[in-house]
């Protein structure tokens, strides 16, 4: 054959890129289930750390079986909830089934459009030393990027125990201090979320002066800052009728039953069941 022909040029090339397509293809296959126990591990990690089980230092230097355990150990219930706040479905504790960003971005983009039906939420609840924390993701747009993380509620699901902040693309010593600045992230604790107010959250400039559902913004960060904010307020909104209505052992919203002669009367006033 004619190795300076086009049809030698056109038989190689093509050989070429099927060797390199079916290496790349094997490649990914065999890194795909490490890759995924990163992806695992990192998530646990970032809900751990706002939970302020562990700082995220030494998550990192645990390593993922040990991420892993300090999960399964700490976590008691992990659920989607639907938008009206009841059940949707458990996720597998055993398996540390979680929910990653890429979801996280499908339900965001159906919060903004306002969607009712698809909606699924993660809920994970935690026993810390016998008290209840409860830790919701947010997701959103950042200046460069996606921007998350995780909000962790006390027991009185409004009191903001800690939070954890991850970003794609901000800008280095600004808009990636949501994540890099510890300082930034404790600012949120002790703070509360106010359904009452205008906003649940405010993320602003001089705005958690007198007020316990805000803090202040990173000086030089204000489109980051706008996007976390935008993010909080969406998330925490979709995560009302749930926070409002849950049972006191965390588990869906309360049942409500009116009973009248021995029978269940739909369509007129409802009292909460009582549950120990």
């Given at each position: 054959?004619?190795?300076?022909?086009?049809?030698?040029?056109?038989?190689?090339?093509?050989?070429?890129?099927?060797?390199?397509?079916?290496?790349?293809?094997?490649?990914?296959?065999?890194?795909?289930?490490?890759?995924?126990?990163?992806?695992?591990?990192?998530?646990?990690?970032?809900?751990?750390?706002?939970?302020?089980?562990?700082?995220?230092?030494?998550?990192?230097?645990?390593?993922?079986?040990?991420?892993?355990?300090?999960?399964?150990?700490?976590?008691?219930?992990?659920?989607?909830?639907n938008a009206d706040g009841t059940l949707a479905e458990e996720l597998d504790i055993e398996s540390c089934e979680i929910?990653?960003?890429?979801?996280?971005?499908?339900?965001?983009?159906?919060?903004?459009?306002?969607?009712?039906?698809?909606?699924?939420?993660?809920?994970?609840?935690?026993?810390?030393?016998?008290?209840?924390?409860?830790?919701?993701?947010?997701?959103?747009?950042?200046?460069?990027?996606?921007?998350?993380?995780?909000?962790?509620?006390?027991?009185?699901?409004?009191?903001?125990?800690?939070?954890?902040?991850?970003?794609?693309?901000?800008?280095?010593?600004?808009?990636?201090?949501?994540?890099?600045?510890?300082?930034?992230?404790?600012?949120?604790?002790?703070?509360?979320?106010?359904?009452?107010?205008?906003?649940?959250?405010?993320?602003?400039?001089?705005?958690?002066k007198g007020k316990d559902n805000a803090v202040d913004a990173i000086t030089g960060a204000t489109m980051t800052c706008?996007?976390?904010?935008?993010?909080?307020?969406?998330?925490?909104?979709?995560?009302?009728?749930?926070?409002?209505?849950?049972?006191?052992?965390?588990?869906?919203?309360?049942?409500?039953?009116?009973?009248?002669?021995?029978?269940?009367?739909?369509?007129?006033?409802?009292?909460?069941?009582?549950?120990?």
């Open positions: 054959m004619n190795t300076n022909g086009n049809i030698y040029t056109v038989i190689y090339t093509t050989l070429v890129v099927v060797l390199v397509a079916a290496i790349l293809a094997t490649v990914s296959q065999v890194l795909a289930p490490k890759q995924d126990a990163n992806v695992k591990a990192e998530t646990i990690s970032q809900m751990l750390s706002a939970a302020k089980f562990y700082e995220k230092s030494e998550l990192e230097a645990m390593g993922n079986d040990k991420v892993l355990a300090a999960y399964k150990d700490a976590v008691k219930e992990a659920f989607l909830i929910v990653t960003t890429s979801e996280l971005k499908a339900q965001n983009k159906l919060l903004k459009d306002g969607a009712t039906s698809g909606i699924k939420l993660p809920v994970f609840i935690f026993d810390q030393n016998g008290s209840k924390v409860t830790v919701i993701p947010c997701y959103g747009a950042g200046l460069w990027g996606p921007i998350w993380g995780y909000i962790a509620l006390d027991e009185d699901l409004r009191t903001i125990k800690g939070v954890y902040f991850d970003h794609e693309s901000e800008t280095p010593g600004l808009g990636a201090k949501i994540k890099d600045d510890a300082g930034f992230r404790e600012t949120f604790s002790g703070r509360s979320i106010d359904f009452a107010d205008e906003s649940a959250f405010s993320i602003v400039k001089g705005g958690a706008n996007g976390l904010n935008a993010a909080l307020n969406l998330w925490i909104s979709a995560y009302e009728p749930y926070l409002n209505a849950v049972q006191p052992k965390g588990r869906g919203p309360v049942e409500i039953e009116l009973v009248e002669n021995g029978a269940a009367e739909a369509g007129q006033d409802e009292t909460p069941a009582n549950e120990n």
